[in-house]
């Protein structure tokens, strides 16, 4: 994946509102502006029209179409970028009749995965995922390939050199990176395996895009994980170790956020990094609560949730970013509610992902004589003691707490340790 250099582009928005999608137009549009400051644009101006249907030629009227040309004459515009998915042939009009680069909010979300990915895994399924977006695109339309050998937003990674070349290159290039992926996934799938066989609870994040799942991350586990307020600041999975209580060890997997219209060749491309969160025992789905938009947002999630076959893992909803809610109203019961920026946010989520935990256990009482004790330190690691009291006249230990099924044979009295 080839990256250009970083260009404050002058761009106008267009959006067509239909009878479809009324009811999410206003969040899409405001999210389409967000989307591209990440990519580095100016945004100048914004045209949106309601239409009983998309036009299938320019997508808005001619009339629309009029008005936006004067704009970029005017105000020297760089970039047009459409709200709604652009065919090919729609793409090649409007750059005719526009005379300057049009893209579309897939590929504008292609282009931020294109700054963002960091690793080399990341780095070829966003290649993956632009080849397979552009290849139906290359109409041989000189319009097409000119707007794009200028570079900038839409013309990242792959965009920029691939588009150069005919489609049997790029399907050779395809063949490579699939292969390479499929390597890098068996690597993945082991090193999943490993912690799927281990003892460890496993807990993972998800939810909107910019909701906070770093920041919660961060503060669970200490690590330093980058977090920014921006649009996929995090692409790729990382799972980390960490005590939740006492010597009782979990893992915690970050991983990519999600939007509205997630373009299905980056689902598809990032299956195995999404993966990461099928594998499971506990979800925190973590949801923007200053975010007038949020509950779109939880709906967007479930969604892709139950495309992924997620949907029978537990999920422990946690609103974040409370300090900065107004009129704030929960949807989605039982929930906690915290900001993850203050020490109390981290103590209450901490303690509402054991309370989560031992609802999936199952409680235990049991006695270990003082011969024994050898046993508590692993019992620890691997269960939530509750109480542990030494009873000196009859030299035992009682302990109560909570296990999982997998790790019960730990309590019995015959086991070997």
């Known amino acids: 994946m080839i990256k250009t250099e970083e260009l404050q582009e002058r761009v106008i928005l267009v959006g067509a509102e239909t009878y479809a999608n009324q009811a999410t ?4 549009m405001s999210e389409l502006a967000s989307l591209a400051k990440t ?4 945004v100048v101006d914004e045209f949106t029209q309601k239409k009983e249907r998309l036009d299938g030629k320019y997508v808005v009227g001619v009339g629309k179409l009029e008005d936006i040309k004067l704009m ?8 047009v970028i459409f709200n709604d998915k652009l065919t090919p042939r729609q793409n090649v009009n409007l750059e005719s009749f526009l005379g300057i680069k049009v893209i579309d909010r897939m590929q504008l979300i292609l282009d931020i995965f294109a700054l963002r990915a960091r690793s080399h895994v990341g780095m070829l399924q966003v290649e993956l995922a632009q080849l ?5 695109r290359l109409s041989g339309s000189k319009g097409l390939e000119l707007s794009r050998q200028a570079g900038g937003i839409g013309a990242r990674g792959a965009g920029e050199s691939q588009l150069e070349t005919d489609r049997r290159h790029i399907r050779h290039r395809l063949s490579i990176i699939e292969s390479q992926l499929k390597k890098a996934e068996k690597v993945q799938e082991n090193s999943r395996q490993k912690r799927q066989d281990a003892s460890v609870i496993k807990i993972g994040l998800i939810g909107y895009t910019n909701a906070g799942k770093s920041s919660i991350f961060n503060a669970l586990t200490q690590k330093i994980q980058y977090e920014k307020d921006e649009l996929f600041a995090t692409l790729d999975a990382t799972t980390k170790e960490f ?11 970050d991983t990519v956020g999600f939007i509205q219209d ?6 598809q491309a990032f299956k195995s990094t999404l993966s990461e969160s099928q594998n499971v025992d506990l979800l925190l789905h973590v949801i923007d609560a200053s975010d007038p938009a949020h509950t779109i947002h939880e709906d967007v999630v479930s969604g892709i949730m139950k495309e992924l076959g997620m949907s029978d893992i537990p999920v422990l909803p946690v609103y974040n970013k409370l300090d900065l809610a107004e009129n704030f109203a929960p949807t989605v019961l039982p929930n906690i509610q915290i900001s993850i ?7 209450v989520l901490r303690q509402a992902i054991i309370d989560k935990i031992k609802t999936l256990f199952v409680s235990f009482d049991m006695t270990i004589p003082y011969s024994e004790a050898y046993r508590i330190p692993m019992l620890k690691k691997v269960a939530i003691i509750e109480s542990i009291i030494a009873q000196d006249e009859d030299e035992i230990y009682q302990l109560s707490g909570y296990i999982s099924e997998k790790e019960k044979w730990r309590i019995t009295k015959n086991e070997l340790y």
């Open 243 to 253: 005590s939740l209580k006492d010597e009782f060890m979990v893992t915690l997997t």
């Open 132 to 136: 397979k977006y552009l290849l139906p």
């Open 262 to 267: 997630l373009p299905t060749e980056l689902v």
């Open 25 to 28: 137009f206003s969040v899409s």
């Open 39 to 42: 990519a580095g644009a100016l």
């Open 341 to 347: 920026k203050n020490e109390t946010g981290v103590a």
């Open 72 to 79: 970029i004459e005017s105000d020297d515009i760089d970039t």
